[in-house]
């Protein structure tokens, strides 16, 4: 996927990101299409992604929880929140 469109020619045109150029916001970069030779400038917006899911368990149901056996540990973490629990198996010293 390419960065933007030329807005003269619409080329599809890759920002060159040597020096960290075109990662600042608000401020105007200039760049030179290289297909029909003309300058322009374009403004970054970073953007970020977030992904909802519902967890249950923070609103009061049980933890989906799923069991890892590791040799020297028994992991249980939630599949929806952050908990995570170690437990550590006992006898086994080497
Ligand atoms: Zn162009
Ligand atoms: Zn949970």
Same mark, same amino acid.
């Given at each position: 996927m390419s960065d933007l469109e030329c807005p003269y020619c619409e080329a599809d045109l890759d920002v060159c990101?040597?020096? $960290?150029? $075109?990662?600042?916001?608000g401020v105007a970069h200039e760049m030179q299409c290289y297909e029909c030779e003309k300058n322009f400038v374009f403004h970054t917006s970073i953007s970020f992604y977030y992904e909802p899911k519902k967890a249950d368990c923070l609103n009061g149901s049980p933890h989906r929880l799923k069991i890892m056996e590791t040799s020297r540990s028994t992991i249980t973490r939630c599949k929806d929140c952050e908990y995570e629990k170690y437990e550590w198996k006992a006898g086994k010293n080497d």
């Open positions: 990101h040597d020096d $960290g150029f $075109g990662y600042s916001e």
